[in-house]
């Protein structure tokens, strides 16, 4: 059973417009979102995280959306490049003691010059 | 720093054959991950160290799999024997954080094991 979801395998976007991953979770215990970003070969690399104490996050062209009582969140990056086409995750943690994460299956994201 | 260190790259095995994978997380971590991604399952943590102290090893998906860290800039992870179902990439991931915080985790780039 999947706690962290990414619907969209894939997302193709222009070079310059906004690129808007999704991400849904089932557990109300989850209190820390991060998303990774992963290129071919290689591992996965932090991109930025949300506390569930804020709504919104903010790092350059990335910005990460926190909605608790839908229990989704979002990274929107504006403007989108060419760089950016790698495959992104989404993962989720319940905190305390705990360091396990909790991943979805991931966005292929294409940016298209 | 040269980041997560895993060896081998990549492993072509028969089934039956013992497996070892090797990691060296960034110096001064003191968390390690070992993780395996495939399609149909994405990224599943088998097993995480604290302090090179097993913590939750919930994910190890049978017997066959045994992940040791006898030092803090050591971890292997064993599948002994390996079957055909084990192909897939496994990653190592180091991390340093105080016990109640999340931290981020740094990805090695993987060891790609394809079992025949």
């Known amino acids: 059973d999947q706690q962290v979801k990414q619907n969209s395998p894939s997302l193709s976007v222009q070079e310059g417009r906004i690129s808007i991953l999704n991400c849904d979770y089932t557990?109300?215990?989850?209190?820390?979102f991060l998303w990774y970003k992963k290129y071919p070969a290689e591992g996965p690399t932090f991109l930025i995280s949300i506390s569930s104490i804020k709504d919104k996050n903010e790092d350059g062209r990335f910005t990460v959306f926190l909605n608790k009582s839908a229990k989704h969140l979002s990274l929107h990056i504006v403007p989108s490049q060419p760089g950016d086409s790698a495959v992104y995750f989404c993962a989720a943690s319940a905190g305390g003691n705990n360091r396990k994460l909790i991943w979805g299956l991931g966005t292929s994201l294409a940016v298209n010059p | 720093d040269a980041g997560v260190i895993q060896s081998p790259r990549h492993e072509v095995t028969e089934m039956g054959q013992e497996v070892t994978l090797r990691c060296k997380p960034i110096?001064?971590?003191?968390?390690l991950f070992w993780y395996r991604q495939t399609m149909m399952r994405g990224l599943e943590l088998l097993i995480y160290f604290n302090n090179n102290v097993p913590i939750d090893d919930s994910g190890m998906p049978e017997d066959r799999f045994s992940a040791k860290m006898p030092n803090a800039s050591f971890s292997t992870l064993k599948i002994q024997p390996s079957e055909p179902r084990d192909s897939a990439v496994y990653f190592c991931a180091s991390s340093f954080g105080l016990a109640v915080k999340q931290e981020t985790q740094y990805f090695g780039p993987g060891t790609r094991l394809l079992v025949l």
């Open positions: 557990n109300s215990m989850f209190d820390y």
């Open positions: 110096s001064g971590h003191n968390s």
